[in-house]
């Protein structure tokens, strides 16, 4: 159980294009998801928050013009990277929360998007 | 002062020891607290979950809180090659709140 997908795994795009990566969570009903940044040899970095049907909270420093959440389902978060430029260029993880389930303090995390920026 | 603190490491353990991973944290309301395990190049993976003072175990994994110390850490048992990862703790202040990761220590298994 608990197990969350990203699509697509990798992407490699031009600069100045957008890009749409989308987070599902596959056997359970996820209330809360997070989108997730991690620069080569970082830790995780927390993008934003996003609640099923209402605006996503994002932390300080990151743009919500440039990084776009939509949480339409409840099993489906999306992220758009808008006007990529190479410092974009990172993997991004999105995780899920399931408040109905006992382990809901829990993050459940996808398997990541490796985007590349040229 | 970093809000959640790991030595970056390599920790290197023989197959077979125990590793011992640490972590403090600087914010006193923390409430709940994980270890996740990432493979280079992959997403975290969540071992364990830990709320309570104490020790909790799950097979070869063994957490231990002391919210006192602002302390916890991760002891495994007959450590296995395929064990060598970087283990995150991660530290929230609620229940059902956000996470704040450390940077990860590294661990090899030597053969």
């Known amino acids: 159980g608990a197990v969350v997908s990203q699509h697509p795994s990798w992407v490699i795009c031009k600069s100045g294009t957008s890009v749409k990566i989308e987070c599902r969570s596959l056997?359970?009903?996820?209330?809360?998801m997070f989108w997730y940044r991690q620069f080569p040899k970082q830790s995780l970095m927390l993008m934003a928050t996003s609640n099923e049907g209402s605006k996503a909270t994002y932390e300080q420093g990151v743009e919500k013009d440039k990084f776009l959440i939509n949480h339409a389902s409840l099993t489906l978060s999306t992220l758009t990277v808008t006007s990529a430029h190479p410092e974009d260029s990172s993997f991004y993880i999105c995780?899920?929360?399931?408040?109905?389930?006992?382990?809901?303090?829990?993050?459940?995390f996808g398997p990541g998007t490796r985007l590349t920026v040229l | 002062q970093k809000e959640v603190e790991q030595n970056s490491g390599p920790l290197s353990v023989p197959e077979g020891a125990i590793a011992s991973l640490n972590c403090t944290y600087s914010d006193r309301v923390s409430q709940s607290f994980f270890w996740y395990r990432q493979y280079s190049g992959k997403s975290p993976e969540l071992i364990m979950s830990?709320?309570?003072?104490g020790d909790k175990e799950d097979g070869r994994f063994t957490a231990q809180l002391n919210k006192a110390s602002q302390y916890v850490s991760l002891l495994i048992r007959d450590s296995q090659p395929s064990d060598s990862a970087t283990y995150l703790c991660?530290?929230?202040?609620?229940?059902?709140?956000?996470?704040?990761f450390g940077t990860g220590t590294r661990l090899q298994v030597t053969l």
């Open positions: 991660a530290v929230s202040p609620g229940t059902a709140s956000k996470l704040t």
């Open positions: 056997d359970f009903q996820a209330t809360t």
């Open positions: 830990i709320y309570s003072n």
């Open positions: 995780s899920a929360r399931d408040r109905t389930s006992a382990r809901y303090n829990e993050q459940f």
